[in-house]
């Protein structure tokens, strides 16, 4: 242990200044001063680490921690460079502390245990999380994991996510790399505006019935879920987002398998104005798409809180109003090159949305018709298609609102781009 105490302090002492304590027999390594670790420089910490209130630690390097790590004091990094700092443990880390540890870039790699990290802080992410190993345990710690608004994440899987909350600040489309105990189960959004906005996160393997009665809900709503939910909250902002909810045979009842005619699956919402559940209605990808994530359920909702999926009274919609051709091939042959609704052209006063499975707007359009307003598998959506950028071959769905007799009434359902 001698010579790893030693090692640390030469290394460090080359990338800045400090003052550090040793404490129980070389058993912990104590930040009381300044610590800059800079660009192209490694250091490795095999004791438990601690940032004291006075401690300022920057990380532009690469750091990896193999022990504890407690941050009473300032941990950061400078924007211009890249630090990295790796949790490589080979037992079960802790990462605590009264202040935020501001990583650029933090990657998760420990694998003695399926849950080897007990975040009992908050950590912020500015640039790249990566989960490639071991599933993050804030929920029974308290900790929190904060996404700013460039930061993005890899590799989440049912072998490393957050159980427990996350935030995001990111003013684009956005994973929530979510679940509980051993299952991943993500849940998306989309901002389909400029506006500023900040989400929190969090899913449930639990039945949402203990928190709020399945039995008020909308006449619509047939049968909850009472396995799973999902909280989200908007703490800033005032926009409606498009939100998708995924289906998995390890946590979904079977009976969202197997709906009938009359039924649909739509995303439900308790609304605590009203005290009831709500229908926020929702279209299901084809289950037989080889893309990932099938059975996405998506939908713009109208409200934020507790959301789970149900099974719900298929919408009265007219059949003999409109006819939609829900496939296009947009080749310049002639055949299938534009989305056709057949009959929009008597219902001039309409919006059409279309969205790809991340809840993406792609295209939308008023007093969309049959002639000059059709959608031909461009994007003039904003976020990460560009104007005029010709989509890619997949499923998207899109939402048709017209107004009939001084009624609104709304149409959504699933459109399918082939390119080749």
Known sequence: MRNIVSDIVRRTALVGTSIFIFQNSYSQFVNEGNVKINKETLVSVYLDYRNTVSGNFINDGELHVFENWTNDGIVSYTNSENGKTFFTGTTEQIIEGTKPSDFQNIIFNNQTTAIPFHLAATITVGKLADFTKGIINADDYGGLVIFKNQAFHTNVSTASFVDGKTENNIDKPF??????GLYFRPIFYNSNSAEQSVYTSQYFFKNSNLIHPHTSKEESIIQINDAEYWNLIQNQGTEKIVLSLTLSPDTTPAAFYNITAET???IVRWDEITGKWINEGGVLSDALSNEPYTNLLTNEVT??????????????????DLIVHNAI???GDGFNDTFHIKGIDNYP????????????????????????????GYSDGRSTFKKDDKLPSGTYFYTLRYVKDNTTIKQAGYLYISNE
């Open 175 to 180: 994973e929530f790399p979510v679940g509980d």
């Open 264 to 266: 649909e699956l739509a």
């Open 303 to 320: 409200g934020y809180g507790i959301f789970t999926i149900a099974i719900v009274k298929k919408s009265d919609v007219p059949t003999n």
């Open 329 to 331: 091939s947009p080749n």
């Open 349 to 376: 006063d309409n919006t059409v949305e279309i969205y790809n499975r991340w809840g993406i707007k792609v295209y939308e359009a008023n007093a969309y018709n049959e002639n000059d307003m059709m959608f031909s």
